[in-house]
């Protein structure tokens, strides 16, 4: 148990459904983050929200648009996805990533295993 | 652009030691981690190190970093079947930067 839990953990879906993607984290962190994990690849970065801000989305299409209502919660909603999405995609907590004065660790969920047919 | 590189798989016999090795290219980098994910899970912090130190030694694991190179390794001594997993690098530069992690090595241990 790492405190950040993640539903569903198994999700298949069409490319024309809408589906969400849910984070809750009992850490009382500050910062929320969803990373995709694809096979051989690095973690790549989607959306990091800082006390309810978003304050990085690199590049991420908008079939993928991220909700984070409160500190504890973060959402990705997903609709007319593609093949290429299916992935593991991981969320994650820090205490506060602005702060220069923490080791800036991350609190990773088990992920939510996506596929796209 | 920021980049960090490590090879994809390992494979030790049981009782060996392990290292892994990471290198990276943001020299402003503050702090340095290693992730261990296991089949089904995600990553959980295994060990860091900040960028003013050389080695950090907990229990089985020890990390070395050079600084001058870049390069960040970790080694597992006495390396056990249940160490397999993925094992990712990541490094943090200045605040208010996300983590930047590698593919991740594949260690397999062998009995």
């Known amino acids: 148990e790492t405190g950040v839990t993640q539903t569903p953990r198994h999700l298949v879906m069409g490319m024309t459904n809408k589906k969400s993607l849910k984070c809750e984290q009992h850490?009382?962190?500050?910062?929320m983050y969803w990373y995709k994990q694809s096979a051989k690849k690095p973690l790549e970065l989607m959306f990091v929200y800082n006390f309810k801000e978003q304050t990085e989305n690199n590049s991420v299409p908008s079939r993928f648009s991220p909700e984070c209502p409160n500190s504890s919660h973060l959402f990705l909603h997903l609709h007319t996805l593609q093949p290429e999405d299916s992935a593991l995609y991981l969320c994650?907590?820090?205490?506060?990533?602005?702060?220069?004065?923490?080791?800036?660790?991350?609190?990773f969920g088990e992920g939510s295993r996506l596929t796209v047919l | 652009g920021e980049d960090v590189e490590q090879s994809l798989f390992l494979s030790v016999r049981e009782g060996d030691s392990s290292v892994i090795n990471c290198t990276y290219t943001d020299s402003s980098s503050t702090y340095l981690y290693w992730y261990k994910q296991e089949p089904g899970a995600g990553l959980q912090l295994l060990t860091y190190i900040f960028s003013n130190m050389d080695m950090k030694q907990d229990q089985r694991l020890t990390v070395l970093l050079n600084k001058k190179d870049k390069h960040l390794s970790l080694r597992i001594a006495d390396t056990q079947t249940g160490d397999s997993a993925i094992y990712f690098c990541?490094?943090?530069?200045?605040?208010?930067?996300?983590?930047?992690f590698g593919k991740g090595t594949t260690l397999s241990v062998s009995s």
């Open positions: 994650a907590s820090s205490q506060d990533h602005l702060a220069g004065v923490n080791t800036g660790e991350l609190f």
């Open positions: 850490l009382g962190h500050n910062a």
């Open positions: 990541a490094e943090k530069g200045q605040a208010g930067t996300a983590l930047i």
